[in-house]
């Protein structure tokens, strides 16, 4: 390993270091991500299929019926 890539490493060893961070949410260590693994992973996500326009579930991604009847402001969520 040379001097450099030595360098380098302690450096970003630094920064990292330095830039760690507390989770946005409960305050634990989460380096150098805005939210901790726990976190992340307790958050919601999106189904799989949903309605182009307002995310809710659908059976196959189509748009829903809330939509069809009445189309919100906005193009997509
Ligand atoms: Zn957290
Ligand atoms: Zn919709």
Excluded: K
């Amino acid at each position: 390993m040379s001097i450099l890539t030595q360098s380098a490493a302690f450096i970003a060893r630094s920064c990292a270091r330095l830039l760690a961070q507390d989770c946005l949410l409960c305050a634990a260590d989460s380096r150098s991500s805005l939210l901790c693994t726990a976190c992340a992973d307790d958050l919601p996500r999106l189904p799989a299929d949903y309605c182009p326009r307002c995310a809710l579930p659908t059976p196959a991604g189509e748009v829903c019926g809330r939509c069809l009847r009445q189309a919100p402001h906005y193009d997509a969520a």
